[in-house]
Each structure stands twice: as C-alpha cells, then as structure tokens.
C-alpha cells in the first residue's frame, strides 16, 4: 500500500507539548560507558564531578583498554569515595 493511499486520520500525531518517552532516571555515579572510535578505548565520566571532593585520588574520567578494566577503575573509584565520605549510592 502506497503511502498516498493513508488517510490522514491513520497516521499518528505527536504534538509539540507531548513529553518525549521516558528512558527513567538516571542512577550511579557514572555516566554510560562508551568506547572512542579513533582509539578503542573505552571512556566513562562521572556524573556529577561537582561533588568529586578534596581527595585528589579521586578522577572525573576513567580511560581503559576494555570494558572490564573500566568497570575494575569504577569500582575502585567508588570505594575511594566511600572512604573519603563522598555519596556513592546508586541514587
């Protein structure tokens, strides 16, 4: 069937005002894991480096050669963050 041959009334609207379909709330520290193009490695960047603290073993952004690695780096930066008292939970 050609797309001519839809009435108008069988294609669905979406207003302007309609809220875009929720993906829920973000948790965790960390922001989504990705891995750069040009070189492989896999980046993640914490979500809220405002609350990174004084400690200066704590980072920002973690840089690894496979997710494994990173996911090791997240957690080890999450227990550093316990002990310097910092909010770690996943919300």
């Not at 929720?22 to 965790?28: C, D, F, M, P, T």
């Not at 690894?64 to 910092?86: I, K, P, V, Y």
């Amino acid at each position: 069937m050609s797309l001519s041959s839809h009435r108008s009334s069988d294609i669905p609207h979406i207003d302007a005002a309609d809220p875009l379909p929720g993906a829920g709330e973000r948790v965790g520290r960390w922001a989504e894991p990705y891995q750069r193009a040009e070189t492989e490695m896999w980046v993640v960047h914490l979500r809220l480096p405002e609350l990174l603290g004084d400690d200066v073993r704590l980072v920002d952004t973690l840089t690894a050669t496979n997710r494994e690695t990173l996911s090791a780096l997240m957690e080890q930066q999450d227990a550093l963050a316990a002990d310097a008292g910092l909010r770690v939970s996943e919300t």
